[in-house]
């Protein structure tokens, strides 16, 4: 069963059977908002970048997977590429994480997504992020990007250490502007 986060709303990342995740997709899905013209609508092209950021302890940022660099140092975390439309069903972009092999020197990870492009959410449609458990395909939760607006990024939710072995999922969903994650860092530290 899916849990729909609504913005700061947070989760826990344990199994229901007992146990904790050990790796988990995190997905992001957009689309286009078609141009009406002259001659009718046509489809455009928007490149939102999904990125995974790794914080340690001290909110310090100990790596970064995006569309330069598609695995974290550690290889727990791995980008599956660049999606440069977002055509298609489904997700976009997706960056999987190995929670169980994740250093133990890593508190938390924030999921950004930004408009490497430049455009703006109000060109955007459908736009969702969402926690799958990667061993058994099932869906543990969702978080609708709303706020369309004339922002180009936004800080989409964060994945963090619960102190007790396991993880939890936290809905962030804040504007923010940049291009790429280095953009957003300032806006991130807010949130760790």
Not at 121 to 143: H, K, M, P, S, W
Request: hydrophobic share 40%; glycine share 12%; proline share 1%.
């Amino acid at each position: 069963m899916t849990i729909s986060l609504q913005k700061g709303q947070k989760v826990s990342l344990a199994k229901r059977g007992g146990g904790s995740l050990s790796v988990v997709r995190m997905g992001l899905g957009w689309d286009a908002v078609k141009k009406r013209g002259l001659f009718g609508s046509r489809s455009q092209s928007i490149d939102l970048d999904a990125s995974a950021l790794l914080f340690d302890a001290g909110r310090q940022l100990v790596d970064a997977v995006w569309f330069r660099q598609l695995r974290s140092k550690d290889g727990s975390v791995q980008h599956t590429g660049d999606n440069l439309t977002g055509a298609g069903e489904g997700d976009d972009e997706s960056v999987i994480v190995d929670l169980a092999r994740l250093s133990p020197a890593v508190a938390q990870i924030v999921f950004t997504v930004n408009s490497f492009t430049g455009q703006d959410f109000t060109q955007i449609e459908n736009a969702f992020c969402r926690l799958v458990d990667e061993t058994t395909g099932e869906e543990l939760a969702r978080y609708e990007l709303s706020g369309s607006g004339t922002h180009n990024a936004q800080i989409m939710a964060k994945v963090a250490r619960d102190g007790q072995g396991g993880w939890s999922m936290t809905a962030i969903g804040a504007i923010a502007s940049g291009r790429t994650f280095q953009d957003l860092l300032p806006a991130t530290a807010a949130h760790l």
